[in-house]
């Protein structure tokens, strides 16, 4: 996940291949809490790993059941059976509707029929989010319920015991959030020794929610009878039992990105979406026909998506998005890519979710330059052909992040392609918490449109330390060629290569079989993290980059690292040989007997003995080779700034630097 303040995205051009969407985030937290009611055991797969999931779990924790997230496997839930193990507890929900809304109703009418005293409370956009629909028609079947802010929002008190009139029907509105009858269809089976009927006033909204609901309680053994979307029978002796296993189905929502990804860039090779598919419960699948009826060209199966590009550009719609609000964002943000403007109408319920939706959308649109109209429960986005750098907004909504990423695309639809920043990225945790770096895995970007900064400098001057900060600030990726002329000196010190034959010192770096993962290297099935770090392969390494062979057979692998969303490339000619055309050079310095200083430091902390005044005569000879071979020597690039950090700290060269990148940056300074 990227926990920075922004991300930016360079101009992206294309996409192809498969991405496995995560748990659906609907369908775990209604599952956990099921398992949570149940009597028994749950082993629930595939669960979502999210804050909304997280939240969830806490609860089910504090509220007395067995919670054992096993890292990579399942979760496994042992219920605590419609009896109250806990009698009084403090709930934090974060910002999970999807957690608040059931939990409140489960946790009343436990209170009610069991007594005990629980708060639900949330993020303070929670406490925005209203609730009194659903505290209304608790109260109306009896229930106590305390206001502890706001009236109708929450946080609040349940607590009981207080009789419940199950004679009557309990009374809901369905026109606001479908979210206060799923929340009453989960609880009212803990209470039902009578049939339990809900009746739904107005018209219900969300329906396919609903529908989620009740295949997932017929898995936990109630079968809800249903009068067509007005009235809900619970029938009299419910009981949950757990289906011993459970399996999660991506998350279509979450597809929808990736469906609008393939409509708008998959011009070859299709996206292939796994986890949702044809027989999926979650009616935001759906979404697919919207993406056709724009354009896309989709196949599917059980289980999988395929999208490809039909029709360019895009087709203006006009679509009641009554049965896909949460997927609905992502055709406002495919309706720049169309041919006419869209509308998407019966909208309502954005304004009540994480944030109000309708504002974000039209806000953050126009920042692109797009005109959009809005009215109280619709949105009207025209085309967009003039583009504009900007940075969005994402008002603490995963949502808005996902959607807005697919912006990055403009270059499909003007000569002058932008970037596009997404402000605090890390929203997306809510619910596809490695969306960016599924998207980067499947998307392609004109290689001198990834923005590349360079960091070269003589040896120990701190070019390695700088450069993983400075990619951990802005989400780039890490280049230390540095690490490619060490592999090289090492595997023809190993191989018996003599250093004077150029060719087969050549041959080698060509051969390398090097993999960088999680902060190690490895030479084939070695792992030479280490062996790389050593003085030693340090002096093999200066030699062997003196050899044009070995120089011009490592290029190509340098020049591959630059990949969106970005690189910081560190060593001794990035700036000059390998990304000349990058528009940020750093040319970092420090005295010798700085360096000397540092690396002695380094080598101490790792439990290497060194003897200062060696080291010193080590780097700067390995300077002078560098610096007078004849390709590609150390010398700073013509426009390169130049850094002395000898009386710096770390984080003071790395905001220095990461003021010069701000400065050519196209977008405002953040608000
Ligand atoms: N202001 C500073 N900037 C960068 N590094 C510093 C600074 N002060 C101390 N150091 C330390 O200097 C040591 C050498 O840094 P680093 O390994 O990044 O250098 P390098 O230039 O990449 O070396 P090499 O040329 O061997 O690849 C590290 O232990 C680092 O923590
Ligand atoms: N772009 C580069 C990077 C490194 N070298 C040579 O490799 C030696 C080891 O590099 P470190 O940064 O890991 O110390 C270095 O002394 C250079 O000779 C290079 O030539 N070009």
């Not at 920075?4 to 609907?26: E, H, M, N, Y």
């Not at 209304?136 to 206001?147: E, K, N, S």
């Not at 010190?493 to 390398?512: H, K, Q, T």
Request: net charge negative; glycine share 8%.
């Amino acid at each position: 996940m990227f926990k920075i303040p922004f991300l930016d995205l360079p101009p992206l051009r294309s996409a192809a291949g498969t991405v496995r969407l995560p748990g659906s985030k609907s369908i775990s937290n209604r599952v956990l809490l099921l398992a949570g009611l149940s009597e028994g055991r749950t082993v629930v797969h595939d669960l979502l790993a999210s804050d909304d999931t997280a939240v969830m779990l806490d609860a089910l924790r504090a509220l007395g059941c067995g919670v054992d997230v096993q890292a990579g496997g399942p979760v496994v839930i042992d219920g605590i059976g419609a009896t109250v193990k806990v009698a009084a507890a403090k709930l934090f929900l974060g910002n999970a509707g999807t957690a608040m809304r059931p939990l409140t109703a489960a946790l009343a009418v436990l209170a009610a029929t069991q007594g005990g005293s629980f708060e639900v409370s949330g993020v303070p956009r929670m406490h925005e989010r209203p609730i009194g629909d659903l505290v209304d028609a608790l109260r109306g079947l009896g229930c106590a319920i305390d206001d502890l802010g706001k009236p109708g929002y929450p946080p609040l008190r349940l607590h009981g015991p207080s009789k419940l009139r199950l004679s009557e029907a309990v009374r809901v509105r369905g026109d606001v959030s479908s979210q206060f009858l799923t929340a009453l269809l989960l609880a009212l089976p803990l209470v039902a020794e009578q049939d339990v009927r809900i009746e739904v006033i107005g018209e219900l909204i969300s329906k396919p929610y609903v529908e989620i609901t009740l295949a997932l309680l017929a898995r936990f053994g109630i079968q809800v009878r249903r009068e067509g979307w007005q009235a809900f029978v619970i029938p009299a002796g419910s009981r949950y039992r757990s289906p011993g296993e459970v399996f999660v189905e991506g998350d279509a929502s979450s597809a929808s990105y990736f469906v609008a990804l393939g409509a708008i860039a998959a011009t070859g090779t299709p996206i292939r979406i796994e986890g949702v598919g044809s027989e999926s419960l979650q009616g935001d699948v759906r979404f697919a026909e919207a993406a056709i009826a724009m354009g896309a060209a989709v196949t599917t199966g059980p289980n999988w998506l395929e999208v490809k590009r039909g029709q360019w550009p895009l087709r203006g719609i006009t679509l009641d998005c009554n049965h896909i609000p949460d997927a609905a964002m992502t055709l406002a943000v495919m309706a720049l890519y169309a041919d006419s403007p869209s509308t998407l109408t019966n909208i309502a319920s954005w304004r009540v979710k994480e944030t109000d939706r309708i504002v974000a959308m039209a806000t953050e649109l126009r920042k692109l330059g797009a005109t959009v109209e809005e009215g109280p429960d619709w949105l009207r986005v025209e085309p967009l052909k003039a583009w504009r750098a900007a940075s969005i907004h994402t008002y603490d909504d995963h949502r808005v992040a996902m959607c807005f990423s697919l912006a990055a695309f403009n270059g499909l639809v003007t000569e002058a392609a932008v970037p596009v920043r997404i402000l605090e990225p890390y929203c997306v945790a809510k619910t596809f918490p490695d969306y960016f770096e599924t998207l980067f895995g499947v998307v392609t970007a004109r290689s001198e449109e990834v923005p590349v900064l360079t960091v070269d400098g003589p040896t120990a001057s701190g070019k390695g330390t700088l450069a993983h900060e400075l990619a951990e600030s802005l989400g780039y990726h890490v280049l230390d060629s540095g690490a490619l002329y060490r592999a090289t000196g090492l595997a023809a010190e190993r191989a018996g290569v003599s250093f004077d034959d150029g060719a087969a010192l050549g041959r080698v770096a060509a051969g390398l079989k090097l993999r960088f993962t999680d902060y190690r290297v490895w030479l084939g099935d070695e792992d030479v993290t280490d062996a790389l770090r050593w003085e030693s392969t340090g002096q093999l390494a200066s030699r062997v980059a003196t050899v044009p062979e070995v120089r011009e057979a490592l290029r190509q692998l340098q020049l591959d690292f630059r990949r969106p969303p970005g690189l910081v490339a560190d060593g001794r000619d990035m700036g000059t040989a390998i990304f000349p055309g990058a528009p940020l050079k750093v040319f970092l310095t420090a005295s010798s007997l700085t360096r000397a200083d540092r690396r002695h430091k380094q080598l101490m902390a790792k439990g290497i003995s060194a003897n200062i005044e060696s080291l010193r005569d080590d780097l700067e000879a390995r300077d002078a080779r560098d610096k007078t071979r004849p390709t590609s020597p150390l010398t700073p690039a013509q426009d390169a700034r130049l850094l002395d950090n000898s009386e710096q700290t770390i984080e003071q060269s790395r905001d220095l630097v990461l003021s010069w990148w701000a400065e050519r940056s196209p977008f405002k300074p953040m608000a």
